[in-house]
């Protein structure tokens, strides 16, 4: 964790249809000295924000009506929110939307913190995502991505169902000690079966890091890998 980053001239834009929500995280923001904030109350307003306004850091609720986080977090990155289309974007999740989890990752989200986190969660994931720039994808790939037909509270996936053995070369390691360039052995997902990453991957430093972000909102300590 870093305190030491100055981030009373980083302009950060919080996207959440519930107004508790909202305070919460401009009040934790403003523990950390962040002093610029503009708020969204869903990703419609978000990109019109964005078009008036383009902040330097986002903070994104998913679960959001009437248009959600993952489709404003693909309008970003296929350039059509008139902002950059490396802009970072924070995720702001729960545990019981670990459906939305895969999607996230594969539009580049920067990074995940918990709800209800303390400002130290907030101050960590802002100063790696703004010293650490994210590497983004060609404008076809986002395109690619389906969205899923998301509801709020809606029932858990199914269980996860066995997928092919990882070969005699794979190993399981806990997410702290895998290292970068390493091969995903063993399709990645969630207690509920949500897929994060799919076997095959290759594990960039983004994605090590979302990794890490998930793994202290739910049960996600090893994985398997090949080298």
Same mark, same amino acid.
Do not use: W
């Given at each position: 964790?870093?305190?030491?980053?100055? &981030?009373?001239?980083?302009? *950060?834009?919080?996207?959440?249809?519930?107004?508790?929500?909202?305070?919460?995280?401009?009040?934790?923001?403003?523990?950390?000295? *962040?002093?610029?904030?503009?708020? $969204?109350?869903? /990703?419609?307003? /978000?990109?019109?924000?964005?078009?008036?306004?383009?902040?330097?850091?986002? *903070?994104?609720?998913? #679960?959001?009506?009437? #248009?959600?986080?993952?489709? &404003?977090?693909? !309008? +970003?990155?296929?350039?059509? !929110? /008139?902002?950059?289309?490396?802009?970072?974007?924070?995720?702001?999740?729960?545990?019981?939307?670990? @459906?939305? &989890?895969?999607?996230? #990752?594969?539009?580049?989200?920067?990074? &995940?913190?918990?709800?209800?986190?303390?400002?130290?969660?907030?101050?960590?994931?802002?100063?790696?995502?703004?010293?650490?720039?994210?590497?983004?994808?060609?404008?076809? %790939?986002?395109?690619?991505?389906?969205?899923?037909?998301?509801?709020?509270?809606?029932?858990? $996936?199914?269980?996860?169902?066995?997928?092919?053995?990882p070969s005699a070369e794979a190993y399981q390691v806990s997410i702290e000690? *895998?290292?970068?360039?390493?091969? %995903? $052995?063993?399709?990645?997902?969630?207690?509920? /079966?949500?897929?994060?990453? @799919? $076997?095959? !991957?290759? =594990?960039?430093?983004?994605?090590?890091?979302?990794?890490?972000?998930?793994?202290?909102? +739910?049960? =996600?300590?090893?994985?398997w890998v090949e080298t």
């Open positions: 964790m870093n305190k030491s980053i100055d &981030f009373s001239e980083t302009h *950060v834009l919080v996207i959440d249809d519930e107004e508790f929500m909202r305070k919460m995280i401009c009040r934790l923001l403003g523990m950390i000295g *962040v002093t610029k904030i503009s708020v $969204a109350t869903d /990703g419609s307003d /978000g990109l019109s924000k964005l078009m008036d306004d383009p902040p330097d850091l986002i *903070v994104l609720d998913i #679960m959001m009506e009437p #248009m959600n986080g993952l489709k &404003f977090l693909k !309008s +970003v990155r296929i350039g059509l !929110s /008139g902002a950059a289309r490396d802009l970072p974007v924070i995720v702001l999740t729960g545990s019981n939307e670990q @459906a939305v &989890f895969g999607t996230a #990752m594969a539009l580049d989200c920067n990074a &995940f913190v918990r709800k209800a986190e303390s400002s130290d969660a907030i101050r960590d994931r802002m100063a790696r995502v703004l010293t650490e720039p994210l590497e983004i994808d060609k404008t076809a %790939v986002y395109h690619a991505v389906k969205i899923p037909d998301i509801t709020i509270n809606a029932p858990p $996936a199914d269980p996860p169902q066995e997928d092919t053995p000690d *895998v290292p970068t360039g390493a091969l %995903v $052995a063993r399709n990645v997902t969630t207690v509920d /079966g949500s897929m994060l990453l @799919a $076997a095959g !991957s290759v =594990l960039s430093g983004a994605n090590l890091n979302r990794l890490k972000d998930l793994s202290e909102i +739910v049960e =996600l300590s090893s994985i």
